[in-house]
């Protein structure tokens, strides 16, 4: 007699596979029976799924329509299941799966705008930080701040897209957005962050971008500034930084001489 894990086993492999007939040990007057009634729960795995993706992409559902995003849903689901019971982790490859979904390749821009919502669902649920407060990089002179290495929350991340990814989520990011049929053009690049618990992409520039990459590499700051005005001669240094502490995606800066983070009062 087979045992509970593999019964189990086999009920999931069934589930995922809808041209497999139900596990046998489902009992039913004919087997027709047991099919129509094994597909109720084939039909609400699927439907839960892609109601996860659903909410986890709104602006990818509203961009591809409900119909294109349902069947591309599917077929995500049949080649990623979920691996665990917890699904705050699930959808994440859906960025990587678009990129060579041939029904999708008209749309190039949808890889990145999955990329970007995903990023958001991260912030939303990363760990805490304590903002630094301002008054700790004024402390530092110029000498320290050349070598100074700044630690971003664990919230912030970094898209550098060739298209105008911003502006497609900010018009179908929800039902309340403006209409998805604007026409946008442009390479963009957002920085997400989760000031005040609430997280949030802002547009920010080219130079922007490169700084705060490299800081997302942990390179001093000295270094870092250096190799974005190798590119950008005219890179204004202090809106980054004054952005940075606005959004509150700074949590900590150490140089040489000493460490600065916040503590809980």
């Known amino acids: 007699m087979?045992?509970?894990?593999?019964?189990?086993s086999a009920f999931v492999a069934a589930l995922r596979e809808p041209r497999q007939d139900p596990p046998s040990f489902i009992a039913e007057p004919t087997p027709r029976s047991s099919l129509r009634r094994f597909n109720v729960y084939r039909n609400n795995v699927y439907a839960g799924l892609i109601g996860v993706l659903g909410a986890r992409y709104p602006a990818v559902q509203r961009?591809?329509?409900d119909e294109f995003f349902k069947a591309m849903a599917r077929i995500f689901i049949d080649g990623h299941p979920p691996h665990s019971p917890v699904l705050i982790e699930y959808g994440s490859g859906l960025a990587e799966f678009l990129r060579t979904f041939e029904p999708a390749a008209d749309e190039p821009y949808l890889a990145d705008v999955a990329t970007l919502e995903w990023r958001m669902h991260q912030a939303r649920h990363a760990a805490?930080?304590?903002?630094?407060h301002a008054s700790h990089l004024i402390q530092l002179d110029e000498g320290s701040a050349a070598r100074l290495t700044i630690r971003l929350a664990p919230a912030v991340s970094l898209i550098v897209s060739e298209y105008p990814v911003f502006?497609?989520?900010?018009?179908?990011?929800?039902?309340?957005?403006?209409?998805?049929?604007?026409?946008f053009s442009g390479a963009e690049c957002v920085l997400v962050t989760r000031p005040d618990l609430i997280a949030e992409a802002v547009r920010i520039p080219q130079s922007s971008a490169m700084l705060i990459a490299a800081l997302l590499e942990h390179k001093p700051l000295g270094a870092a500034i250096g190799s974005v005005l190798a590119v950008d001669p005219h890179f204004p240094l202090h809106r980054t930084l004054a952005l940075l502490i606005a959004q509150k995606a700074i949590a900590g800066v150490a140089s040489q001489d000493e460490t600065f983070e916040e503590t809980p009062s």
């Open 167 to 183: 502006s497609l989520w900010r018009a179908n990011a929800s039902d309340e957005a403006s209409s998805g049929h604007q026409t």
């Open 128 to 132: 805490d930080a304590i903002p630094l």
């Open 63 to 65: 961009l591809v329509g």
């Open 2 to 8: 087979p045992s509970l894990e593999q019964n189990q």
